[in-house]
């Protein structure tokens, strides 16, 4: 969980998260959650700032704010497949990605009110062209999308669960 915290070899990481299991008991089970919900947080505040600095840098130039929010975008698919991991229960899974959804919800809408005070209307229709909250949809580096990498690690409860794997047909990048 510290390389996540440092952003240190993130797809890597998540990577080898993904293909591993752990024994979910009492103890483990409360220290696990606690450092998930710590890095979770940690990154959404470093986004947070990282964001900040991009907006001030850009001042105002519609592509470097398309490029700040595509930015954000992929930090949150990055802690969506952090939030998704199958060695979490359901609960856990749903409470993080909860706090992802929030914080895109509520930068989304910081950013249209801010938008309000353009007369020209081009801020507010690049803010709704290219929402924060679309951020299910980002290409990982290795080219599987995060909804595809979801879909998979729904299969990959399933499986444990017992039942048989829906069929996922075509793998959608862009909607």
């Known amino acids: 969980m510290d390389c996540l915290k440092t952003a240190m070899q993130d797809e890597e ?20 959650t606690q450092r998930l919900y710590e890095v979770i947080d940690y990154r959404l505040r470093q986004t947070s700032d990282q964001f900040q600095k991009q907006l001030n840098h850009g001042r105002g130039d519609e592509i470097a704010l398309v490029q700040a929010i595509l930015s954000v975008r992929k930090r949150l698919a990055l802690l969506k497949r952090l939030a998704q991991l199958s060695v979490f229960p359901d609960k856990v899974n749903e409470a993080m990605l909860t706090i992802l959804s929030d914080y895109a919800k509520k930068s989304q809408q910081s950013l249209e009110d801010s938008a309000k005070t353009d007369r020209t209307g081009r801020l507010r229709i690049t803010i709704k062209n290219n929402p924060i909250t679309s951020f299910e949809k980002v290409e990982n580096v290795f080219g599987s999308s995060v909804e595809t990498t979801s879909r998979a690690v729904n299969m990959t409860k399933e499986k444990k669960a017992g039942s048989e794997p829906k069929p996922t047909g075509r793998r959608v990048i862009f909607k």
């Open 13 to 32: 990481t998540i990577l080898l998260m993904e293909r591993g299991s752990i024994e979910w008991t009492p103890g483990v089970a409360e220290r696990l």
